[in-house]
Each structure stands twice: as C-alpha cells, then as structure tokens.
C-alpha cells in the first residue's frame, strides 16, 4: 500500500466530518501522524464525540502541530455554520463521516438520526458543491467528497451470499434508512450537479477509542466489572468484523485514488455470529481476570431488538482489485488487542460515559 503521503499527492487541507468520533477520529489521528496535511475537522461533539485520541497525538508530535488540527464545533444541520466552515477550511478533499450511528438509539429517538443523518448531508453536500465550483486546474481534478457510509442500508441476508457495490438497498431500522437516504443525496448530487463522489459502505467497526456502548466494549466492560452481560435472542445474528485502522487504510485509498463516482463495499473477512463474540471475550476476560472465571456465567440473553437484522456479510473484492487494499487484522488478533485496550483504558471508559451521562443500561427499547 502506498504510504498516506504519497496518497495524498498535494492535497495540503483536508475537511473531515464527524472527527471527534470512532471512525472520523482514526482518520484524524493517520492524516496527522503519517502527512503534513492540516485536518478541518467540523463535529458538533456529541455524546460519542471525544478529542483525547487526537489530543494525545499531538502531544507527541510537538507543540507546532496543534495548528494542523482545526477543530470547529458545529452541528450540520444549521445550513449556515456548515458554508462559514467549508469557505473557511477551502478543502482538497472532504471526508464525510458525521453520523448517529447506533441502531438502538435510533429506535427510541428516530428524529436525530433525520436530522443529523439525511438534513446534515444535505446541507455538507450543498456547501461543498459551492465549494467545488470555485476551484480550477489541479486543485479541481484532484478533488473529492468521500461519503463514508454503512453496509446496513442493504438490509439482512440469508445463509449464503454477501453484500456488493451492486446490492439492492434494503434499509431495515431507523439508522439504516437515514444512512440509505443521505447515500441516494450523494449519489444525486454527483449525477445532477457533477460532484465528484466517491461511497464507501462498510462493515462494523471495532477497536480502541469506541465510545463503550458498542458490542465490544460494552462487553468488555460489563463483564471486567462483573456485571450481566446482555446477548440480544439467540445470539446467532452474523456481523462482518473490520478493525478500525484497517477501514482507514481503505479511507484513504477509496477518498484519494477511487474513481469519481464509484462505491466500493468494505469488510473484515470476519464474520462471527453476537454469541461467538461474546463468548470470546469472556474467555479472554478469564485470561487477564481469572479469580472472577467463568465470565461467561455473567451471560443472560434478552429480548432481541426490534427487527434485528439476521446476517451481514461484505465481498471487498472490488476495492481489493481495483485499489490493492486488504485487511491487516483478522478477527482473532484484532478482537484480543481491542479487548487489552479497554482493559487498560477502564478509566477513560468510565469518565466518557459518565460526561454523556450513559450508565451502560440499553438502550431502544422504548419511542421517546
């Protein structure tokens, strides 16, 4: 794989959307550590948003790096800060990856997830496409608006199959469809005003700096601490597991050599049903505390979520011919490095949840 910089090839200003987060953070920290670029980085620091991970990278890249890192807290949907804040940054490439991204959330409080989701996108696209009409020569052949999206706008699969750039959308829960809805706006705004889009759908993300109510971590957490360790119904729903620096490889592949106009599917080769997840975690919960074994005792299944998806499976074949990219991590190491880490990180778990004011308890089960 060619080295962040050599992607890069002059792109100097990079707009990252939604960089105070999981995902949008990691991209962050690489643009950071491995170019010379200057990261505008627009979140409107939500409950998931964090900049500790950033923060520590510049502190040990020095003093004079702090100026590569602009953060300016705003929301999306407020039409007006969005074209303050392009104007301002005058991008080479955007990366769009502000989202509400948890599918239980998205049950009790469908509302945000329009909002951020589908009026944000709308209002990024719109300010970018001004954006891009101003530049000329290099600046405007080279230039990009990345949309980083999910594989869960094409619904769920049977036993056998995976999901392709060719998949029919098939949006099953209030996430999902907002995700599917801001896709079609991209896709709309390169056809009808010659954007030049590049799409990423992915599939579940994992590793250090997650905000602790993901399956992992929440996981992780509740079992070091002794606490019941929720399984949704049978457990056997199948997710794609792609470790988070991996998927940031493929970012920067897909944002600065894709093709304009192109969607390429990403996954880990990973996939692994909630039950096996879970029950390895424990058994490596057992490794590293083993006066509370077996943590899988802590197990108790629950209600499934409404309208679970059954299976989700990724063929990266396209992005693998066409870009060179593979994954680095396979579930197995990457699960046992993730599950080390919040380990060792219990402390910063415990202040980010406490600052959201989110006690671990689950969420979506009721409309608000």
Same mark, same amino acid.
């Given at each position: 794989?060619?080295?962040?910089?050599?992607?890069?090839?002059?792109?100097?200003?990079i707009l990252v959307t939604g960089g105070a987060g999981f995902i949008g953070g990691a991209v962050v920290r690489r643009l950071l550590q491995k170019t010379d670029a200057t990261v505008f980085n627009l979140d409107k620091m939500g409950y998931a948003s964090n900049l500790d991970s950033i923060e520590a990278v510049l502190a040990d890249l020095g003093p004079t790096s702090h100026t590569r890192h602009q953060l300016q807290k705003l929301d999306l949907s407020?039409?007006?800060?969005?074209?303050?804040?392009?104007?301002?940054?005058?991008?080479?490439?955007?990366?769009?990856?502000?989202?509400?991204?948890?599918?239980?959330?998205?049950?009790?409080?469908?509302?945000?997830?329009?909002?951020?989701?589908?009026?944000?996108?709308?209002?990024?696209?719109?300010?970018?496409?001004?954006?891009?009409?101003?530049?000329?020569?290099?600046?405007?052949?080279?230039?990009?608006?990345?949309?980083?999206?999910?594989?869960?706008?094409?619904?769920?699969?049977?036993?056998?199959?995976?999901?392709?750039?060719?998949?029919?959308?098939?949006?099953?829960?209030?996430?999902?469809?907002?995700?599917?809805?801001?896709?079609?706006?991209?896709?709309?705004?390169?056809?009808?005003?010659?954007?030049?889009?590049?799409?990423?759908?992915?599939?579940? +993300?994992?590793?250090? !700096?997650?905000?602790? %109510?993901?399956?992992?971590?929440?996981?992780? =957490?509740?079992?070091?601490? &002794? /606490?019941?360790?929720?399984?949704?119904?049978?457990?056997? +729903?199948?997710?794609? !597991?792609?470790?988070? %620096?991996?998927?940031?490889?493929?970012?920067? =592949?897909?944002?600065?050599? &894709? /093709?304009?106009?192109?969607?390429?599917?990403?996954?880990?080769?990973?996939?692994?049903?909630?039950?096996?997840?879970?029950?390895?975690?424990?058994?490596? =919960?057992?490794?590293?505390?083993?006066?509370?074994?077996?943590?899988?005792?802590?197990?108790?299944?629950?209600?499934d979520r409404p309208g679970h998806d059954r299976r989700y499976a990724i063929n990266s074949s396209l992005i693998s011919a066409k870009l060179g990219w593979k994954p680095r991590h396979n579930i197995q190491e990457g699960l046992r490095a993730?599950?080390?880490?919040?380990?060792?990180?219990?402390?910063?778990?415990?202040?980010?949840?406490?600052?959201?004011?989110?006690?671990?308890?689950?969420?979506?089960?009721?409309?608000?």
């Amino acid at each position: 794989m060619p080295t962040e910089a050599e992607l890069l090839k002059g792109r100097s200003r990079i707009l990252v959307t939604g960089g105070a987060g999981f995902i949008g953070g990691a991209v962050v920290r690489r643009l950071l550590q491995k170019t010379d670029a200057t990261v505008f980085n627009l979140d409107k620091m939500g409950y998931a948003s964090n900049l500790d991970s950033i923060e520590a990278v510049l502190a040990d890249l020095g003093p004079t790096s702090h100026t590569r890192h602009q953060l300016q807290k705003l929301d999306l949907s407020d039409q007006m800060a969005v074209d303050a804040a392009v104007e301002a940054a005058d991008p080479d490439l955007v990366m769009h990856l502000a989202a509400e991204s948890h599918v239980d959330r998205s049950i009790s409080e469908p509302g945000v997830f329009i909002q951020s989701n589908i009026n944000g996108t709308y209002n990024i696209l719109q300010a970018v496409l001004s954006h891009y009409d101003s530049l000329e020569g290099q600046r405007r052949k080279q230039f990009r608006f990345h949309h980083i999206s999910t594989d869960e706008v094409f619904g769920s699969l049977g036993a056998t199959g995976s999901f392709s750039e060719a998949t029919a959308y098939d949006p099953r829960s209030p996430y999902s469809a907002s995700k599917a809805a801001s896709d079609h706006l991209v896709n709309a705004w390169h056809h009808t005003f010659g954007l030049p889009v590049v799409m990423t759908n992915c599939s579940n +993300n994992y590793g250090p !700096w997650q905000f602790p %109510e993901k399956l992992i971590p929440l996981v992780t =957490l509740k079992g070091a601490e &002794g /606490e019941s360790i929720p399984l949704y119904g049978d457990g056997l +729903n199948i997710r794609d !597991w792609l470790y988070v %620096e991996d998927h940031v490889d493929a970012l920067l =592949l897909a944002a600065c050599r &894709g /093709e304009a106009g192109s969607n390429y599917c990403i996954g880990g080769h990973g996939e692994t049903t909630n039950k096996e997840i879970v029950h390895a975690i424990c058994s490596q =919960l057992d490794e590293h505390q083993p006066w509370n074994s077996p943590h899988s005792n802590l197990i108790t299944k629950v209600t499934d979520r409404p309208g679970h998806d059954r299976r989700y499976a990724i063929n990266s074949s396209l992005i693998s011919a066409k870009l060179g990219w593979k994954p680095r991590h396979n579930i197995q190491e990457g699960l046992r490095a993730t599950v080390k880490w919040y380990l060792e990180h219990k402390g910063w778990c415990h202040a980010v949840r406490k600052r959201a004011g989110y006690d671990g308890s689950r969420q979506g089960l009721t409309r608000q």
